[in-house]
């Protein structure tokens, strides 16, 4: 499967259609089109073209610039992806309410083991965001996965070092991309050369990625909202809901796979 199929399906995942989602592409690599040349490109017949950036453009995913002809713009994938994650938020706590009012309606008698609870919570910057991060990667059992800047990189591993390491010391499997830097510019700094100590400690630079996830043991993820401010600053949303955890866990194995070492 191709890097592109990778995106196509994690937008797919996160609510898009098939169609949908290789137009928004194409608009997202192109920066601005029309919508005869969006035909040209995905070979959709005109009109479907401009069905499908009407839906876009309702969703609040498409810009139009009023110019002869009309040209669309795709918003920035950052503010897509938390379009489209509480698009998906909100759905599956639909979901949930009818799946509880189901079991209500049908087994009233049955004692029911409850199940365990998925949730999705909006967590303020500062305290109560790092607390959470803490709180995760010192509970962390078998795998840590961590998408992130540069800057913040460093500044969570220097606050958050004596965590990191005594999970690798658990033997728990930590995988970081940092995204925008090489491996040989100033990332390398003395704490993170005591943790590359660690067979279990891997990290990949890369410069494509600019989101910011952190996965744990592939059962609860942190995204945050506004991943160029300092670590901490940012509003996260945090789930343990299994589906949006394997979103997040496709699309950093994605990454993870093109950059080989």
């Not at 509480?86 to 189901?102: A, G």
């Not at 991060?133 to 992130?148: F, V, W």
């Not at 910011?212 to 401010?229: C, G, Q």
């Amino acid at each position: 499967m191709g890097f592109e199929e990778y995106h196509l399906e994690t937008l797919i995942q996160l609510g898009l259609t098939p169609n949908q989602s290789k137009l928004y592409l194409s608009l997202l690599r192109a920066g601005k089109s029309t919508g005869r040349t969006l035909s040209k490109e995905t070979s959709f017949a005109r009109q479907e073209v401009y069905r499908i950036l009407e839906g876009l453009h309702e969703r609040g995913l498409v810009e139009k610039i009023l110019n002869t002809p009309t040209e669309f713009k795709a918003v920035k994938i950052q503010e897509s992806i938390s379009i489209l994650m509480l698009e998906k938020t909100r759905e599956l706590e639909q979901t949930k309410e009818r799946i509880q009012s189901l079991i209500d309606e049908y087994s009233p008698m049955e004692e029911v083991t409850p199940e365990k609870e998925y949730r999705f919570l909006l967590i303020p910057p500062k305290r109560l965001v790092n607390e959470t991060r803490e709180r995760m990667l010192e509970n962390s059992k078998k795998s840590i996965q961590l998408i992130t800047t540069k800057r913040r990189f460093i500044q969570g591993i220097s606050h958050f070092f004596e965590i990191y390491e005594r999970s690798l010391q658990r033997n728990v499997d930590a995988k970081i991309i940092v995204n925008t830097c090489e491996k040989t510019d100033s990332i390398g700094t003395n704490k993170l050369q005591l943790l590359e100590r660690y067979p279990n400690f891997s990290l990949r630079a890369v410069a494509q990625s600019k989101s910011n996830i952190l996965i744990i043991d592939k059962s609860e993820a942190m995204i945050t909202l506004h991943p160029k401010v300092d670590l901490g600053a940012s509003p996260v949303l945090w789930t343990n809901h299994p589906e949006l955890v394997a979103v997040f866990q496709d699309y950093f194995q994605s990454i993870w796979k093109k950059h080989r070492s």
